[in-house]
């Protein structure tokens, strides 16, 4: 399949993890697209549900690729891989969905 992909990622610290540490680690996030030249676009924010269904993860970061080439390119490279190395000690889980947007719907009036 052709097209743009989303690259979903949910993240669930440790308990012990301070909001300066997560901080940092979210800035080390944000630093990435600067790096890695296939991430189309970045963003980022932190749970605001009030249905309470989150399990625990607090932040989600999307990230658009231009194609499934530009997914495969960033997963292996250098700045993704150092990233993760600084981040894994201090989270408990983390989720990752990647998915080809389909065509938006609007809300019928």
């Known amino acids: 399949m052709d097209g743009s992909v989303k690259h ?4 669930r610290f440790k308990a012990d993890t301070d909001e300066k540490k997560i901080a ?3 800035r080390g996030y944000e630093s990435l697209p ?4 296939h991430m189309k676009q970045f963003e980022w924010g932190a749970d605001m549900s ?13 990230t658009t690729f231009a194609d499934v080439a530009g997914r495969d390119a960033y997963i ?7 990233y ?8 408990e889980k983390i989720l ?10 609007s809300s019928r009036t």
């Open 84 to 91: 993760v190395e600084q981040l894994l000690p201090y989270l």
């Open 50 to 62: 009030v249905e309470n269904l989150h399990e625990g993860f607090t932040h989600c970061f999307i």
């Open 24 to 26: 940092e680690l979210i």
């Open 8 to 11: 979903v990622v949910m993240f």
């Open 34 to 37: 600067k790096k890695i030249e």
């Open 96 to 105: 990752v969905v990647d998915f080809h947007p389909n065509e938006r719907v």
């Open 76 to 82: 292996p490279h250098e700045a993704h891989h150092a």
